[in-house]
């Protein structure tokens, strides 16, 4: 089903009705699952991903002996990130049955895990693991960034120390590949109709610096496209980061309200209303 | 499963210092200098032969005539396989995919068939029915870092140099002509996309790299890899996690990427000419030749 | 030593009797890769240069292997593992089982002064033990006389991999009329002040006050073995790279 884009250029409006530079509705809670160490549950329009981490923990028996010689680093210093992604069946329109050994739910893993293992600090946990495991209940764009933002989440709730969020969003951009048209507007956030039909990326800032963590493009874009739509993203990432952070101050409010968490000192500057 | 082997805390220490204080890497290179990279060709068609220092790789191509996806009748089928054996390094494992396998070939996957740089299209027989299935196999021989980018350029290369036997189709009959009976075909192809990786040391990954070797490799930060052709098109761009990188610093990455994919496309291309000048015997005089090659054993 | 041309041998290859050294009184030594078959066959397990040393009565065969089999009395450099209740595992060479280390094996080293090393340093160690029935146990002291003998932990500087055979040249007493190797003195006759520990398991340790110095001396080892120079194309190859760096 192909994406009308000469719409856009009429109304500046996109399919769902959002201009260039709207993000979709970002709903996301924490310590949803009592089992866990941390939990999170995050939406992005219609993208639902769940996260649950358990961790940092020792390794059981099995890991700890060291196979015949190995490499000649022996232990490692900091503790591992292992990431583990199911996609429901049910989460897309079409059902597609993934291998265990999908390569792309295996890059996606990967990615996950080397992007929250430099912002963690893993340092502190030497020989230890931490678990994420997230599991996709409905896909509607933007699977990355929802998974990476979930993570995040589920970390802070967690208690891991980090320097900073990771957050993540994607930017894409109304130009065809081919079409070197200087006019072509970049995007935010996508939805699975524009994945489909236009070039796009996936961003993850840490904080609310410029950095970039990840950057995944998957589609054919002319270079010259590449700023605007990383500028983009990275702003993105900024206001996903205000929507995350809101979200744990929260939730922290409540716990202390609620009585949890004692209310300890440094934290009267918080606005308890 | 053995764990790659780490280098000592001395060399990491030192590789670091030599970089970021008096910007020197330990083979003498400049920081956005390749090693010297060599492309040959087999006697066959589509076999690339690439060395990028010591890191080398052989790809060849092959086609075979195969029953089309059910969901995709007016299509060919084009697969990159990867293999990377305890011959490139001891803490490789047959038919135990590493993570550096996987990111290899999806890597590979989405810079060359998701670009769209083989018409698959073109491989089409008869519809739903009958279509080409052409297949790239990549081996490691040896790794000594930076796999992407000569896997990368030794499949188009293989691919570019590649020649399917040539069919017709008369009267609902297709006929698959030996190279004896015509001249084989290239493959129809869009475009050359080429890999450029980029590592990244220190604490905020402010010093950048190209061409890595296995020991700048083990020490790096990050790492982004980024797809491009000639024409300026981006392919594919990779940073996978690692430590964050400033994204003006990343900008400035894929403009010199998109200098060193012009370098590459050239080389390519001259290489190729340079191959099919060696096999052709002398156009029309050749063709009007009596005598058979004489095989001299 | 024989001054005439090299005899290569190859495994399984009979010896020429009059080649084996006799003496009085000494026994014959044999050196690697020879194998006696009692009762009087002596054959060669690997292919390479016999060399036969009549004064020493004593014959071993020449050989540029890849992998490093400790013996005893070998100088290696290896790489901390990870540290046990009372002894290091070390690694002499990747994939390979780990070295034994003492905690106590460093000179006057007690319960509290014993160096402190974290897995990835690197040692420079003898090895005290070897055999083939148990992993090699190492030791960084002359047992005899208590003193490190310029063993024990290797700080900073940079370490680089040569063949064990280049290794071994660059070890011999008289590296540059035997060996053939002269790169390093022709380094420092450039003026270059760096240190240098060479490692049987083909490891060298390059320390040098300037990173500059250190690189130097790692490319031109490196060069030498890869390409096999001679004395003369080693005096060149330095002068070409000080003249790159400089």
Known sequence: ?273 | MPREAEPSANEKAFLLKALQDEQIRLDGREFDQYRPLELTFGDEYGVANVSLGKTKILAKASAEVTVPFADRPLDGIFTIATELSPMAAPHFEVNRPTETEVLLSRLLEKTVRRSGALDTESLCLVAGQKCWSVRVDVHVLSHDGNLTDAACFAVVAALRHFRKPDTSMENGVLTVYTPAEREPVPLGWLHSPFCVTWSFFGEEGETALLDADWMEEQVRVASVTISLNRHGEICQIAKLGGVPVEAVALLQCTSVALTKVKEFSTYLDDKLAEDAKRRDKGGFMAELRAENDRIVG | MSSESPLVVLPGETIDPSLIPTHKKNPLRLGPGLRHIPPSEIVPTVAGQLVVDHRKTSMWIEYNGGRYIPSQGDLIIGQIARSATDFYYVSLSPYTPNATLPHLAFESATKKTRPQLASGELVYARVSLANRHMDPELECVNSSTGKADGLGPLKDGMVFDVSLGFARRLLMAKSREEGKVEVLEALGEEGLAFETAVGRNGKVWVGSESVKTAVMVGRALRETDEKGLGVEAQRKLVKKLVREMR
């Open chain 1, 1 to 273: 089903m192909p994406l009308d884009t000469s719409a856009y250029s009429l109304a500046l409006l996109r399919v769902d009705g959002r201009r260039w530079n709207e993000l979709r509705r970002i709903h996301a809670q924490i310590r949803t699952q009592a089992a866990a160490d941390g939990s999170s549950y995050l939406e992005m329009g219609h993208t639902k991903v769940m996260c649950v981490v358990n961790g940092p923990s020792e390794p059981g028996p099995r890991r700890g002996a060291t196979s015949g010689g190995g490499g000649g680093g022996g232990q490692s210093k900091n503790a591992e990130v292992a990431v583990n992604i199911v996609i429901a069946g049910f989460s897309s329109v079409d059902r597609k049955r993934r291998g265990r050994g999908d390569k792309h739910i295996l890059e996606l893993q990967s990615t996950i895990s080397q992007a929250l293992a430099a912002s963690l600090h893993t340092h502190l946990f030497p020989h230890s693991t931490i678990n994420i495991s997230l599991h996709v209940l409905s896909q509607d764009g933007s699977l990355l960034a929802a998974l990476i933002n979930a993570a995040t989440l589920a970390c802070v709730d967690a208690g891991i120390p980090m320097t900073d969020y990771v957050a993540a969003c994607t930017a894409g951009s109304t130009s065809t590949y081919a079409a070197n048209d200087e006019g072509a507007d970049p995007l935010l956030d996508m939805n699975h109709q524009e994945e489909q039909e236009l070039p796009g990326l996936t961003v993850a800032t840490l904080g609310d610096s410029d950095r970039v963590a990840v950057l995944v493009c998957e589609s054919r874009v002319q270079v010259s496209r590449l700023e605007g739509m990383l500028a983009v993203g990275v702003d993105g990432c900024k206001q996903v980061r205000e929507i995350l952070d809101r979200v744990v101050r929260e939730k922290g409010i409540k716990m202390i309200q609620e009585g949890t968490v004692e209310r300890g000192v440094g934290l009267n500057d918080m606005e308890l209303d």
